[in-house]
């Protein structure tokens, strides 16, 4: 949308970071940095648009793609400075989804681990559709399974199977994909209800309560009752249980009676087609759910799962439940309750009447004005997120073009290296906690990513990054242009890290890493410099953005996404 | 060895303690024991082993015959073990034997040595579950998080329900020790985790350092490199020193890069220093924590640190599915990591200075889902130390049938109330620590007097 000054006036109603204007009769909220002097008695407004209604400068459409994609590129930051916030985010709801599963060949089954996170590479650092990646990476860290633990090391098809099932979903309707994830074999193989027979009556034993328990707790409504703006409903001052271990026990007799559609034994299942029901071995009895009581002997197994995907679907946490974690994931650990609500109120209803629609809450998410400018609030000290070490390998990758034209790297063992790859979560609860506080925190403060960077595993994370650098900086290609044409000038030293700055800290770099960052370009610079004042071309690429990196990546300017 | 995190640490929970008024939970001040005069002298350690996934404790001991063994092969159906290893606590008697698991030989050997204990039925409560009659009490309040994870493992870890507490109470235990000891104030070796993060030793003025299963890493990112790579070290130690930053995301990762670099360079020249024990401990990563456990009590002792806490973790007890084969190998594991630790105690003539416990999120659902268990509550601890009154069962340890509904006799702040008063808390001070210990009788002691 281009806006001329001539279509609205302006009516100043609050003096400050934020005004508000009145626009085609509709009200905009506007965040502007508004300058302000008297000229023979006129009050001047010179106004500098940072709001999503605006073409970006280049700054914000960083901090947007550090966001919404696996980190900012050059030519995608170039694209953002003739573009709104909207548009490049409707442009993105518009792309086809980029799947994971045809990049192998159809009926080659189980590949091995560093296949699939390959295949996910290439799909993080290259595919068009960002913003549907990073949705569902996001989404994978709340629909959990992994290859830890169990028999889904050997899966690998299966669990590329799976993400795509998250990729497919991740802008669709979130009870869908409740469904879809509830009827995947590998989430049945994961949290064991598949087989999960009837025991009705038998006595001696019950249904698997693992997957009843899990989609409430973990991936739709929390345990306790929330407001729509995520904080607990207190009832003496204490919270109050979502739900009781009766319904959990309803619940899992729901999950009865699924096994995989080709043989129902893990060990020969395929894990790339839904699961199918067995009737006969459904629990048909009364099940008690959150708000009704299913009756016994239900029309088929699929009814049954449907009514009680309904049941939680309905349940008034799922929207602020669902929108905080996606906030959480994507944009800050402590979202102002304001934040949660109005995207949570997204959730509840996409302006068309229907809930659940992930494209809308998506928007909600990265157009919201914290989203947009947390970081300049008056929140801004507790503003941001720790950086799982996935992205910041991603945004490594992505801002120095290190696997240019689809390119990708083959790893060993990631989790090791970092803590953490694409569904290898240790457990159902995710690589971490959504409430986990690191010491030293303020009371109320959480910073879930903090607990997979205890002090021994950054310092494993920091030598995976040395060895990142040592062995391709050789990569940096894409980078010699850009060096050649900065050559030697401190004007040349000081476009570099204008760079660096934008790619890795949206231009919040400060004064101290910058000065770092100079200094190493410069000791490099030097070195490269023969007595005549021609230069070596051995040294200053490589070695002087490898030591730049290495200072970037154990920095908290980096390290802390805001 | 300067500790930079602490010092920074302390400055920010002031700040933050005066502008958001929880001046409260320093101000309780509690009363604790006297410093340790002289390095060596009043020393005592803590050792929290974490059983994640919740151990399907009630399988660790079984009947042995009649009746007893009946109900227990009937409500197990296929998860039932077989015949054990006999043991005759000193203070219970059972007419149809009660056995260690035929996997736990190792620490059956302890239990019948007098230096292990097994706390029966314990779980998180808030107040008493059964009435004097016996029978179940359906009104009384029940702690939060109850059957979930992450719920259950903060009710262990804490010792308090839900926001009543704030931090772990081994964190808070070692707060207080701070109050009046400037040796262990000042040293970082009082608070170690070798398991991961954890609530259990965060206190409210200081935290714990953690680090991996041998206790430091090379830290190659900050020495290693050939050519101008190697010239980083001035650029990261001048960016250290001039850093500043009023957002407390970045505050709080400068402060673990801190701690990190120092920390782990001061344990890995005094670890170095330790000689290898002389006991061989089992190769299974609870073997290697254990053993690096041992080496950290060492160093404390050297350097006059009184008190010390550590974490140490073992994964994969949650058995949904697989359990007659995963559950036995894990209790291998224990046991044998276990006995190797306190064996090593022994030929260093520490055993009565450490005590050794375990902790659990819950016990395991009895009736089989199939495959495996489900979530329960109440379960079975064991504490073993050569001051631990061993060879006896404190609490209960009901007999398994299809009845049994896994509500806890004992509260797991008695539990631990009797250890903090063995690590030198005053008793004043234990109702402080544990919030819903009055509601309780406080006389349980796993202690030789």
């Known amino acids: 949308m281009r806006v001329l000054w001539s279509d609205f006036y302006i009516t100043c109603l609050s003096v400050g970071n934020k005004i508000s204007l009145l626009y085609s009769g509709q009200q905009h909220k506007l965040n502007m940095r508004v300058k302000t002097r008297l000229l023979h008695g006129l009050l001047l407004f010179s106004v500098v648009m940072t709001s999503s209604t605006f073409a970006m400068e280049p700054a914000d459409a960083a901090r947007l793609l550090q966001q919404a994609t696996f980190g900012p590129t050059a030519s995608e930051v170039e694209k953002l400075k003739t573009m709104t916030a909207e548009a490049w985010i409707d442009q993105q709801l518009s792309l086809p989804a980029t799947l994971h599963r045809p990049y192998l060949p159809e009926g080659d089954l189980a590949r091995s681990n560093h296949q699939r996170i390959n295949v996910w590479f290439k799909t993080a650092l290259h595919a068009e559709d960002q913003l549907r990646q990073r949705m569902a990476y996001a989404l994978s860290e709340i629909f959990v399974v992994s290859q830890v633990g169990n028999i889904m090391l050997r899966k690998q098809s299966g669990l590329m199977y799976y993400y795509d099932t998250l990729i497919n979903g991740a802008l669709g309707n979130y009870r869908d994909l409740m469904y879809d994830v509830t009827m995947h074999p590998v989430m049945g193989t994961y949290l064991t209800y598949s087989p999960n027979e009837a025991h009705d009556g038998d006595g001696a034993s019950e249904a698997d309560e693992n997957y009843a328990r899990e989609i409430m707790q973990l991936m739709s409504l929390g345990p306790y009752l929330l407001q729509q703006n995520g904080e607990y409903q207190l009832q003496d001052g204490e919270p109050v249980a979502t739900y009781s271990q009766e319904q959990i026990k309803g619940f899992a007799k729901v999950f009865t009676g699924l096994c995989y559609a080709d043989r129902c034994d893990e060990r020969f299942a395929t894990m790339e087609t839904p699961m199918t029901a067995n009737y006969s071995k459904h629990d048909v009895s009364e099940k008690q759910l959150l708000s009704t009581v299913l009756p016994a002997n239900p029309d088929s197994v699929k009814s049954d799962i449907d009514a009680a995907l309904d049941d939680i679907f309905a349940h008034q946490n799922i929207a602020p439940f669902v929108s905080k974690r996606l906030i959480q994931l994507l944009i800050t650990s402590n979202p102002t309750p304001a934040y949660v609500a109005r995207v949570a109120a997204v959730f509840n209803n996409n302006g068309k009447g229907v809930k659940g629609d992930m494209a809308a809450v998506a928007k909600a998410i990265f157009l919201d004005d914290e989203a947009r400018n947390g970081h300049v609030s008056g929140n801004a000290d507790n503003y941001g997120k720790l950086k799982e070490p996935i992205i910041m390998l991603t945004n490594y990758f992505r801002a120095l073009d290190v696997y240019p034209e689809g390119d990708a790297p083959y790893y060993y063992g990631l989790e090791g290296s970092i803590g953490q790859a694409p569904l290898v979560a240790n457990s159902v609860f995710n690589f971490f906690r959504f409430d986990f506080t690191q010491p030293g925190l303020p009371e109320g403060m959480v910073s879930p990513e903090f607990q997979i960077n205890s002090e021994d595993r950054w310092i494993t994370t920091n030598n995976f990054w040395l060895n990142e650098v040592r062995f391709k900086t050789s990569r940096y290609d894409s980078l010699a242009a850009l060096i050649e044409s900065y050559d030697t000038r401190e004007a040349g030293l000081n476009a570099y890290a204008d760079y660096i700055d934008l790619m890795f800290t949206q231009g919040q770099m400060s004064a101290a890493l910058r000065a770092q960052v100079i200094g190493l370009l410069q000791v490099t610079r030097d070195k490269d410099l023969r007595a005549d004042g021609t230069r070596k071309n051995q040294f200053f690429d490589q070695d002087a953005i490898g030591n730049v990196m290495i200072m970037l990546f154990l920095s908290p300017e980096f390290a802390i996404q805001r | ?449």
């Open chain 2, 1 to 449: 060895m300067k500790d930079l995190r602490i010092n920074r640490r302390a400055f920010i929970k002031q700040a933050v303690m005066g502008s958001l008024g929880a001046a409260a939970y320093v101000s309780s001040g509690l009363r604790m024991v006297s410093a340790a005069a002289t390095p060596g002298s009043d020393y005592k350690a803590l050792v929290c082993v974490f059983l994640y996934g919740g151990n399907d404790s009630f399988n660790m001991f079984t009947p042995m015959t009649g009746a007893s063994r009946q109900a227990y092969e009937d409500v197990r159906g296929n998860l039932a073990r077989p015949l054990g290893l006999e043991v005759t606590p000193a203070n219970m008697t059972f007419a149809d034997g009660i056995a260690f698991d035929q996997n736990m030989s190792a620490l059956r050997t302890l239990f019948n040595n007098g230096a292990l204990a097994i706390q029966g039925n314990v779980g998180p409560l808030v107040v008493p579950m059964y009435n004097s009659d016996g029978s179940v009490n359906s009104n009384a309040k029940k702690p939060h998080g109850l059957y979930a994870h992450d719920g259950s493992q903060e009710n262990w870890m804490r010792g308090a329900d839900l926001n009543q507490k704030m931090g772990g109470w081994g964190g808070r235990m070692l707060d207080s020790w701070h109050n009046n000891n400037a040796v262990q104030e000042a040293n970082f070796i009082r608070d170690i985790s070798l398991g991961g993060t954890n609530t259990w030793q965060q206190g409210i003025r200081y935290s714990p350092y953690a680090t991996n299963s041998d206790g430091f890493i090379e830290t190659s990112f900050l020495t290693t490199g050939t050519g101008l790579l190697s010239t980083r070290t001035n650029a990261i130690n001048n960016y250290r020193t001039n850093f500043s930053t009023s957002n407390r995301l970045q505050q709080a990762f400068f402060d673990l890069y801190s701690s990190a670099i120092d920390n782990n360079a001061s344990l890995a020249t005094q670890i170095a220093a330790v000689a290898d024990s002389t006991v061989t401990y089992p190769a299974t990563n609870l073997g290697t924590q254990l053993n690096t456990v041992a080496k950290l009590i060492e160093i404390g002792r050297a350097n006059g640190v009184g008190r010390q806490i550590f974490f140490v973790g073992l994964g994969g007890f949650d058995t949904h599915k697989n359990q007659v084969n995963t559950h036995p190998a894990l209790l291998t594991t224990l046991s044998e990591a276990l006995a190797s630790f306190y064996q090593d105690t022994q030929v260093k003539g520490i055993e009565n200075e450490v005590t050794t416990f375990t902790m659990s999120e819950f016990g395991r659902s009895l009736r089989s889902n199939g495959d495996g268990t489900d979530h329960g509550w109440a379960g079975h601890q064991l504490i073993l130390g050569g001051s631990v009154d061993g060879n006896k069962i404190y609490g209960d340890m009901p007999e398994q049938t299809v009845d049994f509904n896994l509500i806890p006799t004992t509260a797991n702040e008695q539990m631990f109330a009797s250890l903090a008063t063995w690590f030198g808390v005053s008793q004043p001070d234990i109702n402080e620590l544990f919030p819903n210990l009055h509601q309780f009788n406080n006389d349980i002691n796993y202690f030789r007097s």
